[in-house]
Nanobody, 115 residues
Framework: QVQLVESGGALVQPGGSLRLSCAASGIIFSFSDMAWYRQAPGKQRDLVAA???????NYADSVKGRFTISRDNAKNTVYLQMNSLKPEDTAVYYC?????????WGKGTLITVSS
């Protein structure tokens, strides 16, 4: 059974930083493509950042230069470092894995950017 557990959500002021973590189990992590998505109230879930098995990354235009996705295969964990946070980054952030043709989701962690 795949489990993806996000952590690191918080209330943060504009301009602040946060790091999200997603601990994975039930998959061969080093053979899984991983990603972070977010969903703001009343909006669809959108891709924020992705990292492939080989370490290639891609980002939504809205977060390029501010967010960094990384992975630690020894810890079965993917991270999202978020800097220069803006109110429009407020959303529930979801971890996603793609392994063996199976697409899996975590339960999400809430980021609120507000003064």
């Amino acid at each position: 059974q795949v489990q993806l557990v996000e952590s690191g959500g918080a209330l943060v002021q504009p301009g602040g930083s946060l790091r999200l973590s997603c601990a994975a189990s039930g998959i061969i992590f080093s053979f899984s493509d991983m990603a972070w998505y977010r969903q703001a109230p009343g909006k669809q879930r959108d891709l924020v950042a992705a990292i492939s098995i080989g370490g290639s990354t891609n980002y939504a235009d809205s977060v390029k230069g501010r967010f960094t996705i990384s992975r630690d295969n020894a810890k079965n964990t993917v991270y999202l470092q978020m800097n220069s946070l803006k109110p429009e980054d407020t959303a529930v952030y979801y971890c996603n894995s793609q392994f063996g043709g199976i697409n899996s989701w975590g339960k999400g962690t809430l980021i609120t950017v507000s003064s």
